[in-house]
């Protein structure tokens, strides 16, 4: 776990409201990869910056076993035009715990690396956490992906 400061970002992509109670967000959250996988999301998010892809955890009710709203979507120039059916969020410059997770995505190596951080003492601010797919995470079974936790 490395601290670093981050400048604000845009992102534009699609959402979905899940929670972590019941496992819902296993549910859920998959689901979402599929829709923007299969509907070719990326290519429809306009002013794209770069093609790595944002896995954003956001507006939580209180922390990580209430509610909260996953978006994925890529950093773009800004949120000027937001396509029907999707969100537009800005991410204000913040201090973040940054992880990374190593291995194969397809056996839960994302998921085990998000135990560690709920089972840490991190002091979170649950405003905008989230990871990012660059290049390192283009072969699933043997990716590299970087999960920065906002922290007070």
Request: proline share 3%; net charge negative.
């Amino acid at each position: 776990m490395t601290k670093v400061k981050l400048q604000p970002f845009s992102v534009i992509g699609i959402s979905v409201r899940t929670t972590n109670k019941n496992n819902q967000a296993t549910h859920d959250i998959p689901a979402l990869w599929n829709t923007f996988m299969s509907e070719n999301t990326i290519d429809k998010i306009p002013n794209r910056l770069e093609d790595s892809i944002y896995a954003l955890y956001t507006d939580y009710e209180s922390d990580y076993t209430e509610g909260y709203t996953t978006v994925l979507g890529c950093k773009v120039e800004n949120l000027d035009n937001i396509p029907d059916g999707m969100t537009g969020i800005e991410i204000n410059k913040n201090t973040y715990s940054r992880f990374t997770a190593e291995g194969d995505l397809t056996k839960g190596v994302i998921y085990e690396k998000w135990g560690e951080i709920w089972n840490s003492n991190l002091n979170r601010d649950y405003t905008t956490d989230f990871e990012v797919y660059g290049e390192e995470a283009q072969n699933p079974t043997d990716a590299i992906v970087d999960i920065f936790i906002g922290v007070a």
